[in-house]
């Protein structure tokens, strides 16, 4: 069974500043995981994935995420926040042996101040 | 390219009333499909999903259920809403292999009363 764990229901960063969103998962066999992005009253979009390639993923609109299995972590970055970034992140997850569930966290909501 | 589709986008419904939610996929076949419902602070949670026209497995029971009477649409019904039923439905889809990227709808909110 799968399980995320985002830390942080809400982060608060200042236009320009690092932008960390944390994601921790538990996946008894090995995982893909995801970062999707959800603008207010819209569905989610893709921001990157993880498919058991290469440990550092980038994504869209200048995201990064790295894949640590020691820490069962996948966390979000982006080096410089922008106004645009302001939405809500969600990290999921789901199984490589070919389950069709993917499994998502409770959610980021991400407020850039000006 | 692929679309979804999903409609519709806002709906009020008294306690008691049916409920019919409808998702289109084109561009693609054989497509897994998904229905989440997203509760404010609580992120999405998985309802159903399904591999192929009929099949259709539940991940919560409720007073929800799903249809796929065609390869690209699925429906989610109700035939007595509870107010506990209000949230934002979102319909995604996958390919039938490889890592189960989702694409999502823009969302039905359904509200209640």
């Known amino acids: 069974a799968q399980s995320v764990t985002q830390l942080g229901s809400h982060v608060s960063v200042s236009e320009g500043a690092l932008v960390l969103l944390r994601c921790n998962y538990s996946?008894?066999?090995?995982?893909?995981l995801f970062w999707y992005v959800q603008y207010p009253n819209q569905g989610l979009q893709l921001l990157l994935k993880?498919?058991?390639?290469?440990?550092l993923v980038k994504g869209i609109n200048g995201f990064e995420a790295e894949f640590k299995k020691s820490e069962t972590s996948f966390h979000l970055t982006k080096p410089s926040a922008h106004m645009s970034d302001a939405a809500e992140y969600f990290c999921?997850?789901?199984?490589?042996?070919?389950?069709?569930?993917?499994?998502f966290g409770a959610g980021t909501r991400l407020f850039v101040k000006a | 390219s692929q679309t979804i589709h999903q409609w519709p986008a806002t709906l009020v419904q008294p306690v008691g009333s049916p409920l019919s939610l409808e998702c289109t996929v084109e561009?693609?076949?054989?497509?897994?499909l998904y229905w989440y419902r997203q509760a404010a602070g609580r992120g999405l949670q998985l309802l159903f999903y399904?591999?192929?026209?009929?099949?259709i497995s539940s991940e919560v029971p409720q007073n929800l259920s799903a249809s796929r009477p065609q390869d690209r649409q699925f429906i989610l019904s109700s035939k007595k809403l509870l107010l506990s039923d209000s949230g934002f439905y979102l319909c995604?889809?996958?390919?039938?292999?490889?890592?189960?990227?989702?694409?999502f709808g823009a969302g039905s909110r359904l509200t209640v009363l």
């Open positions: 995604a889809w996958s390919g039938s292999s490889g890592a189960n990227v989702l694409t």
């Open positions: 996946s008894s066999v090995p995982p893909y």
């Open positions: 993880y498919t058991s390639a290469a440990t």
């Open positions: 999921a997850v789901s199984a490589v042996s070919g389950g069709f569930k993917t499994i």
């Open positions: 561009g693609t076949s054989n497509p897994n």
């Open positions: 399904s591999v192929g026209i009929g099949q």
